[in-house]
Nanobody, 117 residues
Framework: QVQLVESGGGSVQPGGSLRLSCAAS??????FNWAWHRQVPGKQRDVV?????????YYIDSVKGRFTISRDNAKTTVYLQMDSLKPEDTAMYYC???????????WGQGTQVTVSS
């Protein structure tokens, strides 16, 4: 079993920055494709950014140029650097790890990001 533990959420003013982290632990038997999703109450959980096991990144249009997804050298921790935050970025943020070689998916517990003046 693999556990994902997220950290780094909080409250920030518009224009501020936050860095989210998601660390995997447990029986990691294959590389992961990683993604960050976000969800606001009453809406579906949508992907924000992703990085494949090979390092290819993807961002939704609304965060391009403001958010950066990355991972550590051991490829067991993924980060989301969020700059120039806007009120519409307010949401619960979840990390997801999907097996690149086997059909498994793990989710973090979520971390709240609130952007407000």
């Amino acid at each position: 079993q693999v556990q994902l533990v997220e950290s780094g959420g909080g409250s920030v003013q518009p224009g501020g920055s936050l860095r989210l982290s998601c660390a995997a632990s447990g029986r990691i038997s294959s590389p992961f494709n990683w993604a960050w999703h976000r969800q606001v109450p009453g809406k579906q959980r949508d992907v924000v950014a992703s990085i494949t096991s090979g390092g290819t990144t993807y961002y939704i249009d609304s965060v391009k140029g403001r958010f950066t997804i990355s991972r550590d050298n051991a490829k067991t921790t993924v980060y989301l650097q969020m700059d120039s935050l806007k009120p519409e970025d307010t949401a619960m943020y979840y990390c997801r790890a999907s097996g690149a070689l086997n059909p498994v998916t793990y989710w973090g517990q979520g971390t709240q990001v609130t952007v407000s003046s």
